[in-house]
C-alpha cells in the first residue's frame, strides 16, 4: 500500500502517475489484491507505463551486477567539488 492512504483502492481504475508510484511496492510484491488487479490492469492496456516497470526490472538487475566498492577522488577534484556545491547553494537561480 502507498503511503497516500488508499487513494488507489477507492478508485476502479488507476492513472499512470499512480501506477508510478505503486512500481516499488509492485515490484516488492507489496501490493493488496485490489491494488494488484489495478495495476496489472492499467499496465496491460498501457504500454508506457508497461516500458516503465520493464526499465526499472533492468535497472534493477544491473544494480545488483554492480561490484561494491570505493571510487578514489583525488583532493583538487574533491575540492573542485566542493566548491561548485557551494555555489549551487547560494545561486538562487536554480
Known amino acids: 500500500m502507498t503511503t497516500d ?7 476502479l481504475r488507476i492513472t499512470c502517475s499512480d501506477a508510478v508510484a505503486l512500481v516499488t511496492d509492485y515490484l516488492e510484491d507489496a501490493l493488496d489484491e485490489s491494488d494488484l ?8 492496456g498501457c504500454q508506457a507505463c508497461r516500458v516503465y516497470v520493464d526499465q526499472i526490472r533492468r ?6 551486477t554492480t561490484r561494491d566498492e570505493s571510487v578514489e577522488v583525488r583532493p583538487a577534484n574533491f575540492d573542485a567539488l566542493l566548491a561548485e556545491f557551494d555555489r549551487l547553494g547560494r545561486d538562487s537561480t536554480l
Open 37 to 44: 488487479d489495478r495495476f496489472e490492469q492499467h499496465t496491460r
Open 5 to 11: 492512504g488508499d487513494f488507489i483502492s477507492n478508485e
Open 59 to 64: 535497472t534493477i538487475r544491473i544494480a545488483a
